[in-house]
């Protein structure tokens, strides 16, 4: 709702519709509702618009998107026209955020008061769509097409001080906005409207049209290829520098409506909304997100400095926690220390923190070789070499040293969390808690509980990734868990397309133009071949195998070894200069096709009978994704996760899939799930030596009766501990 007030001879509209002031149809209502009644009190000379609970607009309640529920009362434009055309001056006293729709609602007004730690933007692209309440026009109009064209496709937000330079707000307060609103209004209250309408100013730098335009393609290209919303957003905004206001709403509206009917902003709609679900655990006793609660964390202690543990420190201590570093010696220790110091360098650079931000951080921030240090930490994360024996080591003696109700969580990206808690006394409050690289950046943290881990266990790994500011998702703890078990699929289709007659940039290419930022053999190359082949040969300790350059089956399945013929050659990738693809030099990021790799392929192929074939790129898009969305089945046929969101979830923010497809299984369900399950049934039978064909049992019932989406599910009966 909105809330009518009057102090003196202002009216103030206070918009109060938690958690974040969603511009909802019984909102629109009450804010027009009260314009035209302000607007026709003779006692009243001016107008504040505000939010309730120190926030702004948050802007449309995307729950009613394709609601006829939404259309009760003023449509957006409509409200936005409505407070343009006051007579009255009305101000828009702006704290915390104006986003979206509430950005749309504040350009309307006719001056704009902000906190300044107010955030500005408009993340309507992040859902398929772009500004339909007159952003697009309204926006350039008021701050110059070169800005519009910026901020506009991209989402970007921007802080108060930036809103101020580019002239969308006209004063930066420190104090109560609403009290200087209010005391502004007083001001201005006789003044004319007429000039402070931003649908009746022109572009001023639009004689720079196709320049800025033609700039803006280029970044899209760049940061968002394949998506549609950027694109079409950019042509909104470049109407406003042609033709009237009403014709540039007319050209809004015309991208508006193919992009709400379009595949794609369903599908992104569908993400924004899995990421909400995911992170919403429950268990079969009953415990879930709402009924456990978390032990409170102040502190975290970190074993190893590596990349991945550096990156958690930085993470850690950029959420204002206190850090204890640990390293085997005083060497490992400062080099640790002064890889997080560089992290930060490079952020002071950028431009991200001041050097007293910096400061402010690593103040928090002590080290040690020493367990010992880490007896009354909150919580400990371990963040050491991938190596089951080395993870047990490091439990049984945090299990001795740290306090009894500290939550003890394992980095492992695939080991058994079971086989890690079974070194300590109280397996109940070990978790696993898998970050991706870099763990300062990446969103995803994918929780894994093992056999005895308890629901409070769980609800501090959950804590810890919200204060973290990552998406966190509960997986039952299998090889591999979720993330990295469905991308095994992926990874070895790439390898036997190589073997059977592709080129490695083929693969790569196919992959890039369905939407993935880097191809599967440049991601190879990044990380590092070593990396790929160490990971190999822990997983097959447990059967006591080896494996050569002339293996071509483990433990009855079909494998490739091409990888290991390109590191027993010294190409292990960017960081030698050459891997899959060639490099100028060691460390350099451009990828040149290599003779010598295409070379090593033949031969490979002529020493294992394997004959080279044209593969269309139909069947690489197949093989790469079908086998491993037939995994995703696998998963939830076997509860390690429970629903398709937290599949998806993983994917996209672990894994890079093209958001713009929903996620694997999302996209499954929207390509005709039995269209999916009769080409694994084909590829089945063509490689009955790969496992990943075996069509999963869930995957056939869903197909056989026709299950909804909404109703993929799986909930196993599973052992759960408490703490």
């Not at 006793?285 to 590596?306: A, E, H, L």
């Not at 390293?327 to 007293?356: M, N, R, T, W």
């Not at 070895?492 to 992959?511: I, R, Y």
């Amino acid at each position: 709702m909105a809330k009518y007030s009057q102090r003196g001879s202002v009216a103030v509209i206070s918009v109060d519709n938690p958690p974040v002031n969603a511009l909802s149809s019984h909102v629109r209502k009450a804010i027009s509702d009260g314009i035209v009644r302000a607007g026709s009190d003779a006692g009243i000379s001016s107008i504040v618009l505000c939010g309730a609970g120190g926030k702004f607009l948050a802007g449309a309640d995307i729950r009613e998107f394709g609601n006829m529920a939404s259309f009760d009362g003023p449509n957006l434009v409509e409200l936005c026209n409505r407070i343009e055309a006051c007579e009255k001056p009305v101000i828009a006293a702006i704290e915390r955020y104006a986003l979206g729709g509430g950005l749309e609602v504040a350009l309307s007004s006719h001056y704009r008061i902000a906190h300044q730690n107010a955030i500005f933007g408009f993340p309507e692209v992040d859902l398929g769509i772009l500004p339909a309440a007159s952003g697009t026009q309204r926006f350039p109009r008021l701050v110059g097409l070169k800005a519009a064209l910026h901020y506009i496709p991209t989402g970007e937000r921007f802080p108060t001080t930036k809103a101020k330079e580019i002239g969308l707000v006209d004063k930066i307060v420190d104090k109560d906005v609403l009290e200087v609103a209010i005391k502004f209004a007083n001001d201005v209250k006789n003044d004319p409207v007429i000039s402070r309408r931003s649908s009746r100013l022109n572009v001023k730098d639009a004689s720079n049209a196709q320049k800025y335009y033609e700039a803006a393609v280029e970044r899209a290209a760049r940061k968002n290829s394949g998506l549609l919303a950027p694109t079409l957003a950019m042509k909104a905004v470049m109407a406003s520098t042609v033709g009237t206001f009403e014709q540039g709403l007319e050209a809004e509206a015309k991208y508006r409506n193919v992009l709400f009917s379009s595949g794609q902003a369903q599908a992104l709609q569908y993400a924004f909304f899995a990421e909400r679900a995911a992170s919403q655990w429950s268990l079969p006793d009953g415990s879930n997100f709402r009924t456990v609660k978390p032990k409170p964390i102040k502190s975290v202690g970190i074993i190893g400095g590596g990349t991945m543990g550096t990156g958690i420190a930085m993470n850690a201590l950029n959420a204002g926690l206190n850090v204890l570093l640990i390293e085997q010696d005083q060497q490992f220790l400062k080099k640790a220390v002064d890889q997080l110091k560089k992290l930060y360098q490079g952020s002071i650079l950028l431009g991200k923190l001041s050097k007293g931000d910096v400061e402010k951080r690593l103040s928090r921030l002590q080290s040690a070789v020493s367990y010992d240090s880490l007896k009354n930490v909150d919580l400990v994360i371990e963040a050491v070499y991938e190596n089951l024996k080395l993870k047990q080591d490091v439990f049984a003696k945090l299990d001795q040293i740290c306090k009894p109700d500290a939550v003890l969580c394992t980095n492992t990206s695939a080991l058994s969390v079971d086989k890690i808690a079974s070194a300590t006394r109280n397996p109940e409050r070990v978790v696993g808690t898998h970050f991706f690289v870099p763990a300062y950046y990446m969103k995803l943290l994918e929780n894994i509980r093992g056999l005895k881990t308890s629901p409070v266990a769980i609800a501090t790994a959950t804590s810890l990734g919200h204060l973290l500011g990552k998406v966190p998702v509960l997986v039952r703890n299998c090889d591999g868990f979720v993330g990295n078990r469905m991308m095994k699929p992926y990874h070895t289709e790439a390898l036997f397309l190589v073997e059977e007659g592709c080129k490695p940039e083929e693969v790569d290419q196919v992959a890039e133009d369905f939407g993935f930022p880097i191809g599967v053999f440049k991601v190879a190359d990044l990380s590092g071949l070593d990396i790929g082949l160490s990971r190999l040969k822990e997983s097959t300790k447990s059967f006591n195998v080896n494996f050569d350059e002339k293996t071509r089956y483990l433990t009855g399945a079909r494998v490739s070894m091409l990888p290991l013929v390109l590191f027993n050659r010294s190409r292990l990738g960017r960081k030698t200069g050459a891997g899959w693809y060639n490099y100028e030099h060691p460390g350099t990021k451009v990828p040149y096709p290599s003779d010598a790799v295409k070379d090593l392929i033949e031969e490979y192929r002529k020493q294992n009978g394997i004959p080279q074939r044209k593969i269309s790129t139909q069947e690489i898009i197949e093989r790469l994704l079908f086998g491993l969305i037939n995994e995703g089945f696998k998963i939830l046929e076997e509860g390690i996760a429970q629903k398709p969101e937290e599949i998806d979830t993983i994917i996209l923010l672990g894994y890079s899939w093209p958001r713009q497809t929903g996620g694997p299984m999302f996209y499954a369900n929207s390509l005709g799930l039995d269209k999916v399950y009769s080409r694994i049934l084909e590829y089945g039978k063509q490689n009955v030596l790969s496992p990943h064909w075996k069509p999963s049992s869930l995957l056939e019932k869903f197909v056989s009766e026709k299950t909804p989406f909404s109703q993929w599910r799986s909930q196993p009966p599973s052992t759960v501990s408490r703490l």
